[in-house]
């Protein structure tokens, strides 16, 4: 069917291309006049404007964004003028899902239809292809149906889960319909949330066994330092790389997430090319206000969150006060070096 | 090569099976005649004793016990009368990599060799097979190695890592030498704590997915009770079996820990079967001292364990206290009954 | 000065009796009359309406709001139209600082003036009085501080800090005004969250030293229970009571919640009053949101506010999870009876 | 009584000061000179040698050491040989409960006696005394109650506990026998644990307070930088001096810890003779290897700890390996520069 994108950054072009080798149309739409000229050669229909693409399109039109969250509601601004009833606009986009409740009803009372879709899967989605979490309503998601197919990896992609038979039900090929106006950002924020959550116990734990060699350093003896009762326990030095290479093949932990790390630990062990300065996008904390409405208790997906905070410097001042009480009630005074503690 | 197993419960057994499969040849032995006759009959050769046992192998024997934790130093007591110099014992078990430290100082006392193998695969190891974390001394370890081959689940079970060319490391077998004695546990170790972690996050997150609904239940309005200012941001009705199952292709967060969950979820979306109290070994808990003796932080994993003795109950008193508390300051009377808070 | 009270719930009529022990006027309003007829007979001003109320009054009035936060908006819409241009209306309650923010602005558009006051003390406040953080214009706050010094407890309710001296400021007499609109309760909101850290700290460690006993205890010994290695290092009986009642005197841990567990652990040492199921208000939810805005790690209050969820049923879904993995990759069966674990 | 001190740093000086005050005969010890004399200056028995000391003493002997944790053991083995059956000697420091079990062994089988007594109070117990809990056998610690009696501020230093009346006990002077050898210090243990979680709280919360203006910074608009959808609700300079200050009056977060925060807030406002990297002692660490023998889910110490480990840099390979992941799934690169997030 034809479909078009307006936004062809990495994420965009790639579902372009993906879904021209399946057979589909795409209208495609930049402000980067380059990047529409690109998927041109490959045989897109380009537009040099949203009036020009819109007349591109047989109606009802089916038109996706794929542009950041922060300027959806700019781009849906300047998008419906040219829209006409029965039109379908899709974000696929990281939005927020209030904003999906909130933007559906804006397009609804002109007679427009408005389709959330969360998709997973990265820069990698290109080969991977896209887990796609759609929320919406069902006759209008249920018309888009070949466009999330061919997105989405397809039923051949795990192993089917026992107890599955017959015709592949969409979730076994990828995609989603999740619910109403919404859902599909829930999901989606949701699965971010369980991502950090995920992220950090590998990254705790990889930790743990760096510092297996900590017996083997030599450490201060004063009353601000503990001490290590048993250095003969930890004198292992552990080669990170080869472990998580070794749990990618027959172990519990198997993942993607660890195929990754053993990637990145392959190119270099001590992943000397980062700081450890880690920024957070939007849907764990929106996955953690969620929780909290829901008294629905998130002890790890927080603790995941606060880590990459601390990581940026965010705990300073709390330390700095805690440094102070036991200065005040202790005398104690800051240790200024590093070394084993 | 001629190996014997102790123990032939249901891992044990498997890794026999598996063994003579790839050619080799075991000598099994189980105080359970019935599980050593069981395997006779697959080919194996029974033993009526430890000493039947060492009389049917040649020298240096390779022994792999494969008991519970808890009476590995038992078995070992037993065994070591009946051993000659040069001959190795495996511990394939779940011991803590400090008793691996302690049993070969014994054993090498006595000219034996000791070799700890952490394994994860769990009773799907049978056809996943298993992948192996080694302790030990090079040479002992390299000389079993084509025990440890046949047992892990060999390149082809994960695609290469991309850098890695050339002749498998083993680690890419699923299989790796981790270091001396003690290693192979205590990766394996760290590698359960990660594994609580991984869960806890997957657990957390389809709890917000399952009370996304919370804005439809009627709400009491007391002072006890926090009202929740957007009820109408919390309708959904999400489908977990159908989004576990989206989520294993494509998406950021795949993993065989989540094709397991949507395995459960699919037999019964309630999980009916299972109350919620749930048991820890003692890996993830070894885990975190092992962090805490490093001034490693863990807070996820540390978070993860706690939520397994909470839901036992441990947190009974310490609620309790906080309800006095509640008492003391404001008058507070609990509230018995439930309803949506 | 002359100042009406509409809510005179214990807080609301303990406040009118210091104000009227400090020689304030004080007109009285409830929609239950015996309240007011009871604080008429202490010297009062009843009203039997809010017309009656603001008649009683000169002008430029101040209205003290002491009623549930989930109803202010509604007494707000009943008192405004009796309200004059100058007039105060003072919320004492808990409310969030985002309606303090709207109402502010709802207020100022009539030319009323509104000031928030988040109160801490409890209904121990009759006697220890309240500890007043105040938000609202500066000019206006400044008109009520004979008001707030009346409530709050004075300089001589603790020893002044090093290096103050001099005329004591207002937070050395317990009132403090924090900033504009919402200030106050934000300042509150965040104290609340405080609180609860500290609260759980307390009940952590308190039953940290009931379970110290856990030696002494039958122990089950089978997979699915991690074995206790050293239970002679777990053989005391702690006694709480008498545990809480020293770190009173001289401890670094001294507080007044520590004094509020001595007194209930007194009256029984088992807390067999409760249950422990634990209520929050809305407070530390609203902070724990606030630091996620500011991107602000707070691991202690947000785990002492999922430990109260967590208290009341809610992670029971996310554990089910969690046991079934561990059947699906394990065939582990769950514990259903207790023990020590 | 009489009673022999080893070790007159800050906390043994200020205490052989306080048992003098009270009528005490002190013999005084320590490996500088200086020490010594200053005390005999002020009526103590100075001693040149262990030899010394005991020699002027009376028998059976009381011998007190206040000296770091790490040279208990040595200091014990000096101070054997010199000892008669029936002697007592007490460890006032922070020594691990299990040594006190194994220290009391060894000098039982020599017909010495040992007393593990938990010393709170810090360098601030020169003014309020130290609150004192302590372990060993019934009849020796009731024998040195004069001792304990004088060190410790007496009932008039906190209000009854309501429900206790008649002689006061022990607890409600200051000190108390929690139990055998080790109890003392295991209580003192689990009171280092509840402070660290006391400390996480306030500085926590403070934290967010500092940063509730977070709305008035410049913020990055790109990807990386999770946007704050509603900065005008975070425009408020907080003056954290002034907010400490007035909880200390009348709230129910008042305590010793936060007259200290008040105290350091008043000397700067920055704290900017503070980096925030934080030390721990052992204490807060062995709690929490209590807690996890026990099974005893401690959310909020274990947090606690956690901070600090991470405000030395102890996370940061951990860090390094969330950034790697996000680089490999999302081609995501670090943000270095700083700025509000």
Redesign the interface.
């Given at each position: 069917m034809q479909l078009s994108m307006i936004g062809l950054g990495?994420m965009g072009s790639s579902m372009v291309r993906r879904l021209m080798a399946k057979g589909h149309e795409c209208v495609v739409h930049d402000t980067q006049a380059a990047l529409v000229l690109a998927l041109q050669k490959e045989g897109a229909s380009g537009s040099a404007s949203l009036a020009d693409m819109v007349a591109k399109m047989a109606r009802p039109r089916a038109i996706w964004l794929m542009v950041?969250?922060?300027i959806v509601d700019q781009a849906l601004e300047q998008l419906m003028p040219h829209l006409d009833p029965g039109d379908i606009v899709i974000d696929g986009g990281n939005s927020?899902?209030?904003d999906d409740?909130r933007r559906a009803k804006t397009l609804s009372a002109r007679g427009h239809h408005y389709v959330d879709v969360g998709t997973?899967?990265?820069?990698?989605?290109v080969d991977?292809?896209?887990?796609?979490?759609i929320g919406g309503e069902a006759e209008v998601v249920a018309r888009l149906t070949p466009i999330f197919a061919a997105l989405?990896?397809?039923l051949e992609?795990?192993?089917r889960?026992?107890?599955?038979d017959g015709a592949p039900?969409?979730?076994?090929?990828?995609?989603?319909h999740?619910?109403?106006h919404?859902?599909g950002h829930?999901?989606k924020m949701?699965?971010n949330?369980?991502?950090?959550?995920?992220?950090?116990?590998?990254?705790?734990?990889?930790?743990?066994?760096?510092?297996?060699n900590?017996g083997q350093r030599a450490r201060v003896?004063d009353?601000?330092?503990?001490?290590?009762?048993?250095p003969?326990?930890?004198?292992?030095?552990?080669?990170l790389p080869?472990?998580t290479?070794?749990?990618?093949?027959?172990?519990?932990?198997?993942?993607?997430?660890?195929?990754?790390?053993?990637?990145?630990?392959?190119?270099n062990a001590q992943?000397a090319?980062?700081?450890?300065?880690?920024?957070?996008?939007?849907e764990s904390?929106w996955?953690?206000?969620?929780?909290?409405?829901?008294?629905?208790?998130?002890?790890?997906?927080?603790?995941?969150?606060?880590?990459?905070?601390?990581?940026?410097?965010?705990?300073?001042?709390?330390?700095?006060?805690?440094?102070?009480?036991?200065?005040?009630?202790?005398?104690?005074v800051?240790?200024?070096t590093?070394g084993?503690?």
């Open positions: 990495r950041p969250a922060a927020y899902y209030r409740i997973s899967g990265g820069v990698a989605g991977r292809s896209y887990c796609l979490m989405a990896p397809g992609a795990a192993p889960t026992p107890g599955r039900a969409s979730a076994e090929q990828g995609f989603l999740c619910g109403p919404g859902a829930f999901v949701v699965h949330g369980i991502e950090y959550g995920l992220m950090a116990a590998y990254a705790e734990g990889l930790n743990v066994l760096k510092n297996a900590v003896l009353a601000e330092t503990t001490p290590l009762r048993h003969e326990f930890y004198q292992y030095e552990m080669n080869e472990i290479e070794v749990w990618r093949r027959g172990s519990v932990i198997g993942s993607w997430l660890l195929d990754l790390t053993a990637s990145a630990l392959q190119k992943l090319a980062y700081s450890g300065r880690v920024s957070d996008s939007g904390r996955t953690i206000e969620a929780a909290i409405d829901e008294a629905v208790p998130t002890h790890v997906l927080s603790a995941a969150l606060y880590e990459r905070f601390t990581s940026r410097g965010e705990a300073d001042f709390a330390n700095q006060i805690l440094s102070a009480m036991r200065h005040e009630f202790g005398g104690h800051e240790k200024k590093g084993a503690q």
